[in-house]
């Protein structure tokens, strides 16, 4: 079972660094406070990985046929690249991260899917997309309704922070629902864990990476592109949520810092496209390149060398 440990340290690079796509907004406006955000988060992930996180396993196994020794392999080298750039305070992509190690080791085998591995980038490409026109559509319709209603600004207030924590928490449980594939799914696919125990350990990893590593990313997501009051946070929150739940139920693990990087650009592109703090945005993208090509290279070599 030692084979399983580097699934253990992707899922908490994962947490650290994905957890800031759900609060991270709400804590940089002020409107949660870190450690209520945490605690929501690690909770609800941990709920959503154990209730719908199976859906997505399948997807992520069949990518390719590895061993225990290249599984163990593959989750290491997407971990790796995961924490470098939560260090960096990037967000990445957890599922770009073990797709590409898993095909670094498919290459060397011959075993990669690669019509699977079409439906995920298609998905890959649809998840900013999606984020987009749902955080625009919901924006522009919920403020025109706040706007005609006769609710005074202390009401208000009180409706943002309530509804920053119940669409962070359901925000949480997609995450765990999505995401926990990415973490134990290789797994799965290589015989090891049954798809409900790996779902159990994956959501658990994700937790404990949540409550002890998060806060650094949390604030690039929440300030570092576009400037946010807390009506954009809960809007932000709500359309991510949702466009990873529409995923998880395709069963196509996706990433959720592309869900709500998307969601707050829709945000930006409601008022003036001049707030949309782009010198980020191409970093955080770069990070997007670089996360796939970096896990990939980081599974192959040692499984062509080595192994």
Same mark, same amino acid.
């Given at each position: 079972?030692?084979?399983?440990?580097?699934?253990?340290?992707?899922?908490?690079?994962?947490?650290?660094?994905?957890?800031?796509?759900?609060?991270?907004?709400?804590?940089?406006?002020?409107?949660?406070? +870190? =450690?209520?955000?945490?605690?929501?988060?690690?909770?609800?992930?941990?709920?959503?990985?154990?209730?719908?996180?199976?859906?997505?396993?399948?997807?992520?196994?069949?990518?390719?046929?590895?061993?225990?020794?290249?599984?163990?392999?593959?989750?290491?080298?997407?971990?790796?690249?995961?924490?470098?750039?939560?260090?960096?305070? &990037?967000?990445?992509?957890?599922?770009?991260?073990?797709?590409?190690?898993?095909?670094?080791?498919?290459?060397?085998?011959?075993?990669?899917?690669?019509?699977?591995?079409?439906?995920?980038?298609?998905?890959?490409?649809?998840?900013?997309?999606?984020?987009?026109?749902?955080? +625009?559509?919901?924006?522009?319709? *919920? +403020?025109?309704?706040?706007? =005609?209603?006769?609710?005074?600004?202390?009401?208000?207030?009180?409706? +943002?922070?309530?509804?920053?924590?119940?669409?962070?928490?359901?925000?949480?449980?997609?995450?765990?629902?999505?995401?926990?594939?990415? &973490?134990?799914?290789?797994?799965?696919?290589?015989?090891?864990?049954?798809?409900?125990?790996?779902?159990?350990?994956?959501?658990?990893?994700?937790?404990?990476?949540?409550?002890?590593?998060?806060?650094?990313?949390?604030?690039?997501?929440?300030?570092?592109?576009?400037?946010?009051?807390?009506?954009?946070? *809960?809007?932000?929150?709500?359309?991510?949520?949702?466009?990873?739940?529409?995923?998880?139920?395709?069963?196509?693990?996706?990433?959720?810092?592309?869900?709500?990087?998307?969601?707050?650009?829709?945000?930006?592109?409601?008022?003036?496209? =001049?707030?949309?703090?782009? =010198?980020?945005?191409?970093?955080?993208?770069?990070?997007?390149?670089?996360?796939?090509?970096?896990?990939?290279?980081?599974?192959? &070599?040692?499984?062509?060398?080595?192994?």
């Amino acid at each position: 079972m030692w084979t399983i440990l580097s699934g253990i340290f992707l899922g908490w690079s994962l947490g650290a660094n994905d957890s800031a796509n759900i609060f991270g907004t709400g804590v940089a406006t002020g409107t949660v406070r +870190y =450690r209520t955000a945490i605690l929501l988060t690690a909770f609800f992930v941990l709920v959503g990985a154990v209730l719908e996180g199976p859906k997505c396993m399948r997807t992520v196994g069949e990518l390719s046929s590895v061993l225990p020794k290249e599984a163990f392999i593959c989750a290491l080298a997407a971990a790796v690249t995961m924490t470098l750039l939560t260090i960096l305070a &990037v967000p990445a992509s957890a599922s770009q991260a073990i797709v590409g190690a898993i095909l670094g080791a498919g290459l060397i085998s011959g075993t990669a899917d690669f019509s699977q591995l079409y439906k995920i980038v298609v998905c890959w490409v649809f998840t900013p997309i999606a984020g987009i026109t749902i955080s +625009y559509s919901l924006y522009r319709i *919920l +403020y025109f309704l706040l706007q =005609r209603s006769a609710l005074g600004i202390t009401t208000r207030n009180l409706i +943002y922070s309530t509804g920053i924590l119940v669409t962070g928490s359901y925000g949480a449980y997609c995450l765990g629902s999505n995401n926990v594939a990415n &973490v134990t799914g290789v797994y799965v696919g290589a015989g090891i864990l049954t798809s409900e125990t790996a779902a159990l350990i994956g959501g658990l990893s994700i937790a404990f990476g949540v409550l002890t590593y998060s806060r650094k990313v949390m604030m690039t997501v929440g300030k570092g592109i576009v400037p946010l009051d807390p009506f954009s946070a *809960l809007i932000a929150v709500l359309a991510a949520a949702l466009t990873l739940h529409i995923f998880t139920q395709i069963g196509v693990p996706v990433s959720s810092s592309q869900a709500v990087v998307g969601a707050i650009v829709g945000i930006g592109l409601v008022g003036d496209v =001049r707030t949309v703090q782009f =010198r980020m945005l191409m970093k955080i993208s770069g990070g997007w390149i670089m996360t796939p090509l970096t896990a990939g290279i980081l599974a192959y &070599v040692p499984i062509r060398w080595i192994l």
